[in-house]
């Protein structure tokens, strides 16, 4: 059984969804320090083909406080009319707004319940079932290495097969695992190519992007293209 497992992200990019649904569980990993400048709470859209980063303000914010400690700010106006700017002449503006809308107004505020109901519903717009949980939830050893910690969280969800970002690269590696019976896989992610209303392609950009071009068939199609190495 292959295993995911993340710390919550705000509307990610396009590989952090891949990883999603490559895997049969995946773990959001809410029981670990927050990661300030990070993306916990912010991501980057496109406006008039121009990059612009959002965030949504996190009070408290430190990383000396666990994820699941932690809420976002209830005031999103600005984030919204960002989002509205520059994205409402795209094709799927409607429908793809009201998600990002009702998730951002959401009265739940903790990152890691807000995260998991924003992958929920674009999971669910594009009509994928997905198995989510909280490390929170799991009943798992934390004493242990960063490599002994999901090794762990796997074995509690009966998984063989750990599979990471490619930024895991430095923290994990396959000798580890082995040793332990299981194994160990990176998902990269091709170099995706989708409409984006302009000239030259920004990769790497908020799945909001992505999902305001493409339709759910053309988004489903875009999730499946990476390699695991």
């Not at 980063?53 to 976002?72: E, M």
Request: proline content about 4%.
């Amino acid at each position: 059984m292959k295993i995911g497992i993340m710390q919550p992200y705000l509307f990610p990019y396009l590989g952090y969804f891949q990883l999603i649904n490559a895997v049969d569980q995946f773990v959001i990993y809410d029981d670990v320090n927050y990661i300030r400048q990070g993306y916990i709470n912010r991501n980057t859209i496109l406006m008039g083909n121009s990059p612009q980063r959002f965030t949504v303000a996190v009070p408290g914010a430190s990383s000396f406080k666990k994820i699941n400690t932690l809420s976002f700010d209830v005031n999103v106006a600005k984030v919204l009319k960002t989002v509205h700017q520059a994205y409402h002449k795209r094709p799927y503006f409607e429908p793809v707004f009201s998600i990002v809308e009702k998730v951002l107004t959401a009265e739940q505020r903790q990152i890691p319940m807000l995260c998991q109901y924003a992958f929920k519903e674009i999971f669910a717009w594009l009509g994928i079932e997905v198995s989510l949980h909280m490390a929170s939830d799991l009943n798992y050893s934390c004493d242990e290495t960063a490599s002994g910690k999901v090794m762990n969280i796997c074995r509690t969800l009966g998984g063989d097969h750990y599979i990471n970002s490619p930024g895991g690269q430095h923290l994990y590696h396959s000798d580890e695992f082995v040793a332990q019976g299981m194994k160990l896989s990176f998902i990269k992610m091709d170099d995706v190519h989708y409409p984006q209303g302009g000239g030259k392609f920004h990769a790497g950009l908020s799945i909001i992007d992505v999902l305001m071009n493409c339709s759910p068939s053309e988004v489903k199609v875009l999730l499946g293209q990476y390699q695991l190495i």
